[in-house]
Every structure is written in C-alpha cells, then in structure tokens.
C-alpha cells in the first residue's frame, strides 16, 4: 500500500527532473511514510511512496525486472500472488524479492497488458516498457485504488491523487462545470471526471497504455460485474458456497508481514468479517470503533458488545461536532470536493487504527454485495407498485400531477407523496437515479446561479445511474446493486475509505469487494439477498449462530453524522460565513439568497436539508481553499470555468 506518481513526455529528448519527482512524491507523503523511491529513463519519471506491508525490507519500489528493460511502480496489494508466483516460477522467471510488486513485473513480461484478469486485489500501477517506449496504467476491479490523470499534447502526468498530479508546475486547473453539477447531485463526482476539466480519473477495471507514437489512446475495460447469469441452487448450496467464499476471501486478505486490525462498527458486516478473522487467528484481533455523543446515532454498544463476544482488543473513541468544526483537514485529504458526512468519523477511525497496526480489514461491500441499504426494501416496494400501473397512466396522471403536488421534505421518506408519485411516473432506473440524488434537477434549478447554469447545455448528472441500472437490469434489485457497485462505491464509500486511511498511513482492505466474490453473489436470486422485507437475508442466515444474540436482525443504523442537529447548531456559523457570503467564491456558482431560504428552512426544522447544505458547505470551504495564494487566486475562477463537450439532457 504506497502513493504512487510519474511523468511521461511525448518527446522522447526531453527529460524529467528530480526536483519535479521530489516534488510529487512529497505531496503525497502521507500515503507513504515508510520511504520514497524514483526512476528516471529520458520521458519518463516514476515516483513511489511506501507503507510497508509485506516484504519490509526487499519490496521497495519502483522496482525492475532482471535486465531492468520494464520498470513498476504499485499502490494496493495483489492478494493472490503465492500462487502467480509460483507459476511464474515454473515458467523460469527468476524473483529477487518477496513482495507482490515484483509478481506485477513477471505477469506483465508473458501477458502485456492481459496482465490484469490474472489478479486478485486491490491496485493502481504504472508499467514503464523502455524496449516498446509504453506506459501501462490500470486500476482494480472495483477501483479500490484511486488513479488521476492529466494529459495534454507534451505531457501525461499521474498520481495516486491530484495534490501528486497538481504538483507538475504546468497543469491547466480550470474548473469542470459538469463537475459541480454531479457534486451538487450526488456529494462526490463519479467517473472519470474530476473537479478539473482536463484532469481524469482511470476508472475502475480499466487499463490505459499510452506509446510515444499513440499519445492520445484511451482506457480500455478489462472486466466488469454482470448480473445476467442466475444460477439455480438450492438454499443451502448457496448458503454453502457464499460460507466457502467468505472464509476464503478474508484469509487472503489477512496475507501481511504486519499486525492486522478491524474496523468495527457493531453492523453485520464488520461483524462477520471480524467472526471470519477471529476462526482464523489465535490472538485477539485489535478492533476499532467510532461512536457519538448521540445515542441515536451511535452503535458503540453494539460494537463493544461484538468485541468481548471474540476476546478483541478493543479501542473506541467518540466523535463531537468539534472534528467538524475545522474541515480543513478533509479539504486537504480528498482534494475535490467531498461530501459524504462520515468521511469524519472514517477520518476519525483511521486516525486511531493508525496508532497501533498498519493494515486493518474493514465490512466494505456488503450492502452491495447482499442488498443491505435501506432505500432496497423501500423502492422494492415501489417497484411492485410501479408495475401494477399501466404506462399510459404513468405518463399522462401520474407525471402531471408529480410536477404540482405540494413538496413535505419535513416528513419522514416513506411519506413524501410527491417523491413517491415523481418516481412511480418514471422509469425504475430514474426512480433509482432519483432516490440516490441529494439534489434533485429541480431543486438543483433553484441552487444554481443563471450564469453558472447557462453552461451546463442540458448536462444531466444521473445517466451515468441509469446506464449502470439498466445494465444489470436483470430485476429491480439487481439494477440497483448494478448501479451502486458501479457508481457509488467506487466514487463514494471506497473514496472516503482510500482517502481516510491513507491519510494516515492505514491500509483498509475489504474482503467483501473480491472480484470473485462479487461475481457469485451476482449469480445469486435476489430473493436470497433480500427475503419477505429482511435486507442481507442470506448473510443473516450464516452468521446468526456466530454473533451475539440479536445483533443481525438489529435495525441498520448506518456510519452517519448526526448531520442535521450539528448544521442547526454548532456548524451553523460556518454555513452562513462561508456558503452564505454573496461575495465569496461559491458565488460564482450557486444562487446565494436561495441557498439562505433553504439554510432558513433547515434551521426552522420546516424541511430536512442537512446533507444538502453540508454538501455546500464542502463545496464552499473548497473553493476558499483554492482562493487562497497557494492555490487558485479568487478573481480568477469566473476564467477557470472551462466547458467540455457534456451528454445530452434526459427526458
């Protein structure tokens, strides 16, 4: 687990610098602490940050092949690379380590770029080929690993984030408008786009392999989760196999030449990856746990309940509106904006993880795994409802009367008659677009100021959730699982998880998200996901026996800020210093007065806006950042406004 960078110029006289690598490696330090390395050939410069994890003393990077014609630099684990080893050995490769990096460089010798659908893990690297002149760059299954790029007619520059990227002296940061209006839809940006313009993001499963003669090529997929295929097994195979997987994906993922910990968060899924850990280990498993002041959003208790049920050392701690009080460490940490709220306590989490082990497992993946969320079961529900209407109903009632029905955001989800009316009168994949929107078209038309808007030509954020639904349209949940395992969690939830340990040197591995694993849960009915109401029904199944009394059919509590009670209070001066000054650089961007009246609802408690306005208010402290001399002089955002070519609107 390391930070990794690089240059490659388009003319093959030119050279790198040192500085420039130092440079790059130092901004992503964090990622790295345990050493750098670099490597320099003419176009091309390698910088690598390492956390040593496994071969402490050998695995340092970047590392070379025999005749040192192939160069790799590497962030992640490959989970799998005993057994790649010892076939690659077979084959008359010669290793000279014990690290998986070098197993990258060997696979890479017999299958170029194919090299990938051989791995297990969680990786983002960088392959220098010095005979052929070509850089491979590839990201994991499921984008564990983040990967930006910025291209240009004389440059390609990489890193593991953009502070490595934004390094390079001569990086075009004009802002995307698409960008802002994804972030003010979703709370993060999703594929391949970033808060800049001509900064990309790899996407996930996804390899790009740029040549000095082919500069402009693009990413090519390499693999992606199908929901097409449904085997038919009875309960108990499936049950037999899911239980095989399991066990086999947490013991792989234990490999480590360091002490490995837990998250806990006293839910299912950290739970049964710690039950898994405990049957394999002797000694007690460190465990970690996050909790609030508010008892309705804590689940310390059910955490510390889980501990003593395996005989963990466990650590806990709580989190108080003081930890947001000050966002400059999470501006810092995730670079674009980000607006998940429990990106703190992860932060928080990972902040004391990293005081006692280096590497720790966490219950990632689960609910896209088994159909955990909430919102499942709810548009479940409306999706049977859904299909009992006919179109023409849909279209000519149903839509007419969504767009006048009076909106009650105070009340509870479940009875907001117009957002149940909106999504019956549409299709199931922009019902689920709708239901995972923190902003809404409409209310995104009032956010927007008219200038900023005018740009954005129809742009319409929630296709790329209505692409990933249908494509695993196999029924509503699998559209749904489709649309999460291909939008929210690599952009979202593995985001905030990469970014919160990393920032303090912590490995976070999740079992739940093998490729293998995903692949057969992709198979499984849904019926067996979720059962007459009961969300992860098959995993409730295998567990229930293993666990404290009670602790599976608990209702779900979430790993959620008490968001809405701190914006009405202690957080209440920072909206209004930062999101509601007319005269600061959100501005250029949102209608302020508008955002006030909302702000003013919220704190009236007439409507439920939290996650909204914290969504602002990351944007806002943002873009002060970058108002700042170090970054991005205020006067001139109203020039940094480029505007890509965007997708079409949605009808």
């Known amino acids: 687990m390391c930070g990794i960078a690089g240059v490659l110029y388009a003319d093959f006289g030119r050279s790198v610098s040192s500085s420039l690598l130092t440079d790059m490696g130092n901004a992503i330090a964090h990622r790295g602490p345990d050493g750098e390395g670099t490597f320099r050939s003419g176009p091309i410069g390698l910088v690598h940050r390492r956390l040593a994890i496994i071969d402490l003393e050998g695995g340092r990077q970047p590392l070379s092949n025999e005749d040192e014609s192939i160069y790799v630099v590497f962030n992640g684990e490959i989970y799998n690379y005993p057994e790649l080893r010892r076939q690659l050995e077979k084959r008359g490769h010669v290793f000279r380590t014990n690290s998986d990096t070098e197993v990258l460089v060997h696979l890479y010798e017999d299958y170029g770029p194919e090299l990938c659908t051989h791995l297990r893990g969680m990786f983002a690297f960088a392959i220098w080929d010095a005979r052929r002149r070509e850089l491979l760059l590839a990201r994991d299954h499921l984008g564990q690993k983040p990967l930006f790029i910025y291209r240009d007619n004389e440059k390609l520059v990489f890193g593991s984030e953009l502070k490595a990227v934004l390094a390079h002296p001569n990086i075009d940061r004009s802002i995307d408008p698409a960008a802002i209006e994804d972030y003010l839809t979703f709370g993060f940006i999703p594929g391949q786009r970033s808060i800049f313009g001509r900064v990309s993001k790899l996407p996930a499963a996804h390899r790009l392999r740029i040549s000095l003669t082919e500069f402009q090529t693009s990413p090519k997929r390499y693999w992606q989760l199908s929901f097409d295929h449904e085997a038919r097994l009875s309960v108990d195979e499936w049950k037999q196999r899911i239980d095989a997987a399991l066990r086999e994906s947490v013991n792989a993922h234990l490999i480590s030449d360091v002490p490995v910990g837990a998250f806990l968060s006293g839910g299912l899924d950290s739970s049964a990856i710690l039950a898994l850990m405990a049957e394999q280990r002797s000694d007690p498993v460190r465990t970690f746990s996050i909790g609030f002041n508010e008892e309705e959003f804590s689940e310390l208790p059910f955490a510390r309940e889980v501990a003593q049920h395996f005989g963990c050392h466990h650590t806990e701690e709580i989190v108080t509106p003081e930890a947001a009080r000050d966002l400059d460490d999470l501006v810092y940490l995730y670079d674009e904006p980000f607006a998940d709220a429990s990106a703190l306590p992860t932060m928080a989490v990972s902040r004391l993880a990293a005081k006692q082990v280096k590497v720790v497992l966490s219950g990632d993946g689960g609910d896209e795994l088994f159909g955990g969320y909430s919102r499942y079961a709810h548009d479940l529900k409306e999706a049977q409802i859904r299909d009992r209407i006919?179109?023409?109903?849909?279209?000519?009632?149903?839509?007419?009367?969504?767009?006048?029905?009076?909106?009650?955001?105070?009340?509870?989800?479940?009875?907001?008659?117009?957002?149940?009316?909106?999504?019956?009168?549409?299709?199931?994949?922009?019902?689920?677009?709708?239901?995972?929107?923190?902003?809404?078209?409409?209310?995104?038309?009032?956010?927007?100021?008219?200038?900023?808007?005018?740009?954005?030509?129809?742009?319409?954020?929630?296709?790329?959730?209505?692409?990933?639904?249908?494509?695993?349209?196999?029924?509503?949940?699998?559209?749904?699982?489709?649309?999460?395992?291909?939008?929210?969690?690599?952009?979202?939830?593995?985001?905030?998880?990469?970014?919160?340990?990393?920032?303090?040197?912590?490995?976070?591995?999740?079992?739940?998200?093998?490729?293998?694993?995903?692949?057969?849960?992709?198979?499984?009915?849904?019926?067996?996901?979720?059962?007459?109401?009961?969300?992860?029904?098959?995993?409730?199944?295998?567990?229930?026996?293993?666990?404290?009394?009670?602790?599976?059919?608990?209702?779900?509590?979430?790993?959620?800020?008490?968001?809405?009670?701190?914006?009405?209070?202690?957080?209440?001066?920072?909206?209004?210093?930062?999101?509601?000054?007319?005269?600061?650089?959100?501005?250029?961007?949102?209608?302020?007065?508008?955002?006030?009246?909302?702000?003013?609802?919220?704190?009236?408690?007439?409507?439920?806006?939290?996650?909204?306005?914290?969504?602002?208010?990351?944007?806002?402290?943002?873009?002060?950042?970058?108002?700042?001399?170090?970054?991005?002089?205020?006067?001139?955002?109203?020039?940094?406004?480029?505007?890509?070519?965007?997708?079409g609107s949605l009808n």
């Open 390 to 647: 006919p179109a023409m109903i849909r279209s000519l009632v149903l839509k007419p009367m969504a767009a006048i029905w009076p909106k009650a955001d105070w009340l509870p989800r479940p009875m907001r008659l117009k957002t149940l009316i909106q999504n019956l009168s549409c299709s199931p994949a922009r019902a689920y677009a709708n239901t995972v929107s923190v902003c809404r078209q409409t209310m995104r038309r009032r956010l927007l100021n008219r200038d900023f808007a005018s740009l954005l030509d129809g742009y319409c954020p929630e296709r790329s959730i209505i692409a990933a639904f249908e494509h695993g349209h196999r029924d509503a949940l699998s559209g749904m699982l489709s649309a999460d395992t291909n939008v929210l969690l690599p952009d979202d939830f593995l985001t905030k998880v990469d970014r919160a340990g990393m920032g303090f040197g912590l490995e976070v591995r999740a079992p739940l998200i093998d490729w293998k694993l995903m692949e057969l849960a992709a198979s499984m009915p849904s019926e067996f996901k979720i059962r007459n109401g009961s969300k992860k029904w098959i995993l409730k199944q295998l567990f229930e026996s293993r666990l404290p009394d009670g602790l599976v059919n608990r209702r779900k509590q979430g790993f959620e800020l008490p968001i809405d009670q701190w914006l009405r209070g202690p957080l209440s001066e920072q909206v209004r210093v930062h999101v509601l000054n007319p005269h600061g650089a959100i501005a250029n961007f949102i209608n302020v007065a508008n955002a006030r009246a909302l702000f003013e609802s919220h704190c009236k408690g007439i409507g439920r806006h939290g996650q909204l306005i914290w969504s602002l208010l990351i944007l806002a402290r943002w873009l002060d950042a970058w108002s700042k001399p170090t970054g991005i002089p205020r006067t001139e955002f109203a020039e940094l406004i480029s505007c890509p070519a965007m997708a």
